[in-house]
């Protein structure tokens, strides 16, 4: 192996994926919900770094993309959502907000860039199960970009059960599991995030599922805990520690929807020197990213 590795540092070519030089691009990243407490519908738009940038203060600030007019239509009508940013926005707003930016990042008045996002605070759009939602985004210099997306029927979960790990782990984690009965005949899509006490929910890597192995199966699998985005990963994560209360959103999604997570996981975990460069799926006209739907159910759990 370490001849294997010598070799390959020996005859190495500099890598330059195919997007390095391409022109910068709109990046579009949206989501409407259905289920209990369901936030409202939202849209990031940024747009992409050029493939060797260092990523400062300033290139945070200046991702985010302004004045747009972004709108959500239905078969009853359109809505548009309105631009709001963290530092214009009074203290009940910011405690919904926070349910949204937490997935992204930790955000309190101590930080030093703007985050920005399209949102219907009116709550005039709620999302429905079995509906189609046309998303449209026109950017001040007349550029247009459009996705579609639909909320699929909701499969839950049967039952949630911890259980001792395998291996030499310490007695004061756990492994969390479940049961779920697919519907059989018919292509089913899910992701899942979890939160632990009071925190934000967020995604781990391997999020997305299908059904096409087991599809009408019922079945037990195992759902590790999503960890920080600066967290140190070791063969201790994805466990959950006893005392904790754990919550996790499960949810089902279309298939567009599926193939935008899945190819960018994928891509996420096969980094390394032998590692090939997957181009993310997408569902955005005239940009990247992914306009999305949810039919979603929340679990709580105290770890025992």
């Not at 994560?237 to 193939?259: C, M, Q, S, V």
Request: glycine content about 8%.
């Amino acid at each position: 192996m370490i001849g294997i590795v010598y070799l390959a540092m020996a005859c190495e070519k500099e890598f330059i994926p195919e997007v390095a030089n391409e022109p910068d691009e709109i990046v579009v990243e949206g989501y409407i919900e259905a289920g209990p407490d369901a936030l409202p519908p939202y849209v990031l738009l940024t747009r992409t770094l050029p493939f060797f940038t260092a990523i400062s203060r300033d290139e945070l600030n200046e991702i985010f993309l302004h004045d747009a007019e972004v709108v959500v239509t239905t078969d009853e009508g359109a809505v548009p959502l309105t631009e709001v940013c963290w530092s214009e926005l009074d203290q009940n707003q910011r405690q919904l907000l926070q349910q949204v930016i937490g997935q992204f990042a930790v955000i309190d008045d101590s930080i030093d860039f703007e985050f920005c996002l399209y949102i219907d605070l009116s709550f005039q759009l709620r999302g429905e199960i079995g509906k189609r939602y046309d998303l449209s985004v026109t950017m001040p210099d007349g550029k247009q970009l459009s996705a579609s997306t639909s909320i699929p029927r909701h499969i839950p979960l049967d039952t949630l059960f911890f259980k001792v790990p395998v291996g030499e782990v310490p007695d004061t984690l756990k492994e969390l599991r479940t049961f779920i009965e697919d519907t059989p005949g018919e292509g089913d899509f899910y992701r899942y995030f979890t939160a632990t006490n009071d925190g934000s929910f967020l995604a781990p890597l391997g999020s997305v599922a299908d059904d096409l192995l087991f599809d009408g199966q019922s079945f037990e699998f195992p759902l590790p805990k999503a960890e920080p985005f600066d967290a140190d990963l070791d063969e201790l994560a994805g466990l959950y520690t006893i005392g904790d209360t754990t919550h996790i959103k499960w949810t089902n999604i279309d298939e567009p929807h599926f193939r935008f997570w899945n190819t960018l996981e994928f891509n996420t975990f096969n980094q390394g020197p032998f590692s090939n460069y997957t181009r993310i799926q997408t569902n955005i006209q005239g940009g990247l990213g992914i306009w999305g739907g949810y039919s979603f159910s929340v679990y709580t759990i105290v770890v025992e």
